[in-house]
């Protein structure tokens, strides 16, 4: 008999937005459920992958263009999906991704203002032939994520230029979980971490995942 072709999730938000405590949750949910899973991460995910996520997150690279800077991650993107979703979903297993193609889409064309078209237009391999079966998008504005990580004396005008960038992030994910509420589902992530799990499972759930 033919192996029914794994789910493919993708895990979005703002820096902060408890992303990867989700993903601990999850994964060890898994793991005592003994569902047959991945998880992987963009930038990144195998070797030419992480190899381009070095350049991208390096420091040093800072006169980086936003074009260079949207293509390298649509570069490793195509990479990523040959070394180990495509596999992963040929064997039928859970394919969880920590970020993927919506990331291009909040921090490149939105925030940084590349526009959708340009980022589409790069990530088209990603949108026409792997676009998740669903998205988690965790909902927290930057500014909470900021003051649940610093408090709020912290909050001083420095990080405020950087704040400016984050939620125009935020931004650009409330506009794709508008324009595709179908597939980019959004959970409260002011809520406790148990009960932003709870809804990661009832969304996993209802899309045929677990
Ligand atoms: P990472 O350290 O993995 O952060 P996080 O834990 O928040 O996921 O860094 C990933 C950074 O790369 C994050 O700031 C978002 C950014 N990014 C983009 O700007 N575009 C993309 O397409 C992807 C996948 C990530």
Do not use: W
């Not at 902060?16 to 963009?42: A, V």
């Not at 193609?101 to 526009?115: C, F, I, K, M, T």
């Not at 709020?152 to 508008?178: C, I, P, S, T, W």
């Amino acid at each position: 008999m033919a192996t029914v072709r794994g789910k493919f999730v993708t895990f979005e938000g703002c820096d902060g937005c408890g992303k990867s405590t989700q993903l601990k949750m999850l994964s060890e949910y898994l793991t005592k459920n003994n569902i047959p899973h991945i998880f992987t991460r963009e930038p990144g995910g195998g070797k030419i992958s992480e190899a381009i996520r070095e350049i991208l997150l390096n420091g040093k690279n800072s006169e980086m263009t936003d074009e260079c800077e949207a293509l390298l991650y649509a570069a490793s993107r195509v990479q990523h999906l040959s070394d180990r979703v495509e596999p992963a979903l040929a064997e039928g297993k859970l394919v969880i991704c920590d970020r993927y193609v919506d990331s291009s889409l909040a921090y490149q064309a939105y925030a940084r203002g590349l526009g959708r078209d340009f980022v589409t237009k790069i990530n088209a391999f990603a949108l026409e032939k792997y676009l998740p079966d669903v998205t988690v998008f965790i909902d927290l504005t930057p500014e909470a994520a900021f003051l649940r990580k610093h408090g709020a004396d912290e909050n001083d005008r420095l990080e405020q230029a950087g704040m400016a960038f984050h939620k125009r992030v935020y931004e650009g994910y409330k506009a794709l979980a508008k324009e595709e509420p179908n597939r980019v589902i959004c959970v409260d992530g002011t809520k406790t971490p148990d009960g932003v799990f709870a809804d990661v499972l009832e969304i996993l759930k209802k899309y045929g995942c677990l």
